[in-house]
């Protein structure tokens, strides 16, 4: 069993692969792939895209897609190990990630940052806790990265370029200023995986304070060497 919850824990020929799976889909829509299985959605966060997609993607290759809300169509959802069950959460992730096990075959797991404290948004609570309990490989719809869009992104600008090869083209990655804190998965997941197709990547940005995380910084880094 293997979680997708960043593309940096999987290979560069495990990610290839999965390009040329999704090539395929994109090509013919409908298979029996998924047939007879089941994927829970869970949707901390809204979505339109992602869900949509999720949803449509397991109905044309013959899969079952159930959406659960925590604290609006499902009950709220405790993290913190030790924690006594007297506030708003009714279940713990323990206890939730084994009985959706039981009932799926597959996780799938959207949930933002707080944009409170980023010492503790960036150790992505939510998805590894249900990374830890799952008895069923679990998929990052969001978080603090954003890895399904990453092939999406990959496979727009092969399907452009004509090319599997994208070693070399240039890509800058920039962005707009927003009054309130917004989610940085996508420029995360953005230099994550230019770097890890060997692009000759720019980060621009106005000013220090934009500069992202050194994981993904570092991990560019290690990605372009």
Not at 187 to 199: F, H, K, P, V, Y
């Amino acid at each position: 069993m293997k979680h997708f919850l960043n593309t940096q824990d999987w290979t560069r020929p495990e990610l290839d692969a999965l390009l040329v799976q999704a090539s395929q889909f994109k090509r013919s829509k409908l298979g029996d792939q998924l047939k007879g299985k089941a994927i829970a959605l869970v949707f901390f966060n809204p979505s339109l895209r992602t869900r949509t997609s999720f949803e449509l993607g397991a109905f044309q290759l013959g899969g079952h897609a159930v959406v659960l809300q925590p604290g609006k169509d499902a009950w709220p959802i405790e993290f913190n190990l030790g924690t006594v069950m007297d506030g708003e959460a009714e279940e713990h992730i323990a206890e939730v990630a084994k009985v959706l096990s039981r009932y799926a075959d597959l996780i799938a797991v959207r949930a933002f940052p707080k944009f409170q404290d980023w010492s503790v948004d960036r150790q992505d609570t939510v998805l590894r806790s249900f990374a830890k309990y799952s008895t069923v490989p679990v998929i990052n719809l969001e978080t603090i990265t954003h890895p399904c869009q990453e092939l999406a992104h990959v496979m727009a600008l092969q399907e452009h370029f004509k090319t599997p090869d994208l070693r070399g083209k240039k890509f800058v990655l920039t962005w707009t200023y927003h009054p309130k804190p917004l989610n940085t998965a996508v420029a995360n997941s953005a230099l994550t995986i230019a770097t890890r197709m060997g692009m000759d990547v720019t980060l621009l940005c106005p000013t220090p304070y934009y500069v992202l995380d050194e994981r993904y910084m570092g991990g560019a880094a290690d990605n372009v060497a």
